[in-house]
Structure formats: structure tokens, C-alpha cells
């Protein structure tokens, strides 16, 4: 190996080392800040662990499972370029949000609090949109945005209902959509250890409708403007669908959907 071509193999996992220790540090140290400083959130009488814990842990975490994910050589020439472009950053400003959110999970729902989770939440699902936008048009479309965006998208949908279920919003139940996720990569993981075949899953937008149709039922749900019995009316019929998706995806990876399919399988290689 050249020594330029070793400098560059450690710059690069210097780079990596970054993405993996010193922002994750960061953001907990910042959102832990903010919901210790600005927001007036008390434990639950229940919970051992302090909202801003959560909210620290939460937001480290996110980093932390998109840096274990990234590849030294993915980041190219312009390491820094790649990492904090304008719609990973806006990104990471919903992955904070949803720190929040988590840390309010373990908060005394009291007045003083009672609109913080909607509010964040739903300011992170606009965000979900503007990233997207952001890369497509004035920034550029990147692996890592991909990545960093799916686990903020699942980490999401960890926070919001486990506020909703704890507050008394949702039913318990509510928190499969929360698991469903977890199973799916389980089982994926669990295949690839066996050396079993995991098949393509279906070329289909049905679930990033339902996660848009999730988003906006669980910012509708976690705002006190609307009453709990109607979300909790609407629960079974809103989680159906992204179940039953969920569901056959789990199919679908293990050759049993569509049952007619063929024996020619691909690796799905989304990350967590």
C-alpha cells in the first residue's frame, strides 16, 4: 500500500471516528442541555431515569447507529462535505427533535409540557420533508443521507408513540408499530447468520404512505387541541395497515411473498 493511499485510509477513518464518538457526544451534551435549561420537564413519579438522560441518550444514539453503518471509503475526497451538507443538517436538527420527544416520554405530562411533544415532533416531520427536498435540488442525494434519514425516521417512530402510550394517548398496543421495525431486522440479521437467502422485499410505495399517514396521525395525537378517546378510536384503524405491511415484508424476505416467486433472490442493503 502507498503512503498516500495509507494517509488517505487514515484520514478517512479519522473522519469516521468523528461521525462515530465526537458527534454523538455532542449531540447529547446539546439536547441534554436543552431540555435541562429551556424546557420545564419533570421525571414522571413512575420513572427512574431523568427526561434529559433520555433526551441525551436518544439523541447519541442516532449518531452512533449511522456511524457504525458508514464505511471509511464512502466518504471520498471531501470527508467533511459529505458529512455536514445542508440537508444532513437538517436531519440531524429532527434527530435532536425526537430527543426531545424521547426525553418528554419519561416527563410528568403537566400543563407547562403538554404541547412540547406535538410541537417537536411535528416540526421533524416537516424536516422529513425539507431534507429530502434539500438533496434533491440545491444539495446532493448521499448514501449516508439515506442512511442518517432511515434512522431518524425509526427513531421517530420509537419516540412519538412511546409519549402517546405513556401520557395515556394510545393504547399500549400502540408501541408494535414501534417494534415492528426491530423485527423486521431481526429476522433479516438472523437469516444472513443462518446463510439463509434474503429475498427482495416488493417494489412498492405503500409504506412510505403509511409512515406520512403515521407522522401526521401521531403529531394530531400527541397535540392536547385533540381529544384522547378520538385517537384512541382511531388507533387500531390507522396501525392496521403499516402492520399488515410490516408483515409482508417479513414474507417477502423469506421467500413466502408473493407465493408464486422465484428461486432468484437479492440482499436488501438499507440500513438500520
Not at 462515530?20 to 424546557?39: D, F, I, M, S, T
Not at 444539495?139 to 427513531?155: C, H, P, Y
Request: net charge negative.
Amino acid at each position: 500500500m502507498s503512503d498516500r493511499v495509507q494517509l488517505w485510509a487514515g484520514a478517512a477513518s479519522s473522519h469516521v471516528a468523528v461521525v462515530g464518538v465526537a458527534l454523538p457526544l455532542l449531540a447529547a451534551v446539546v439536547v441534554g442541555a436543552v431540555v435541562a435549561v429551556l424546557l420545564p420537564a419533570e421525571p414522571a413519579a413512575w420513572a427512574s431515569v431523568s427526561p434529559v438522560t433520555v433526551a441525551a441518550a436518544f439523541a447519541a444514539g442516532q449518531l452512533w447507529v449511522v456511524a457504525h453503518n458508514t464505511d471509511p471509503a464512502e466518504l471520498g475526497d471531501e470527508p467533511f462535505g459529505y458529512l455536514f451538507g445542508l440537508a444532513n443538517t437538517v436531519t440531524g436538527m429532527r434527530s435532536a427533535l425526537y430527543g426531545v420527544v424521547a426525553g418528554l416520554a419519561v416527563a410528568a405530562p403537566t400543563a407547562a409540557v403538554a404541547w412540547l411533544p406535538g410541537v417537536c415532533y411535528g416540526v421533524g416531520v416537516v424536516c422529513d420533508k425539507l431534507d429530502g427536498t434539500i438533496a434533491r435540488t440545491v444539495g446532493r442525494e448521499t448514501t449516508l443521507g439515506e442512511r442518517l434519514d432511515m434512522t431518524v425516521d425509526t427513531a421517530g417512530f420509537v419516540a412519538a408513540p412511546a409519549v402517546a402510550v405513556l401520557w395515556g394517548l394510545l393504547p399500549w398496543w400502540y408501541l408494535s408499530l414501534s417494534a415492528a421495525r426491530y423485527v423486521f431486522l431481526g429476522v433479516r440479521w438472523l437469516r444472513r447468520a443462518r446463510g439463509l437467502t434474503v429475498f427482495e422485499r416488493p417494489d412498492s410505495d405503500l409504506g412510505k404512505y403509511l409512515a406520512g399517514v403515521q407522522m401526521v396521525f401521531l403529531t394530531a395525537v400527541l397535540l392536547p387541541a385533540v381529544p384522547t378517546d378520538l385517537g384512541w378510536r382511531l388507533a387500531p384503524v390507522v396501525l392496521a395497515p403499516s402492520l399488515a405491511v410490516f408483515g409482508r415484508d417479513l414474507l417477502a424476505i423469506s421467500g413466502l411473498y408473493p407465493p408464486s416467486r422465484g428461486a432468484d433472490a437479492v440482499s436488501h442493503g438499507d440500513e438500520a
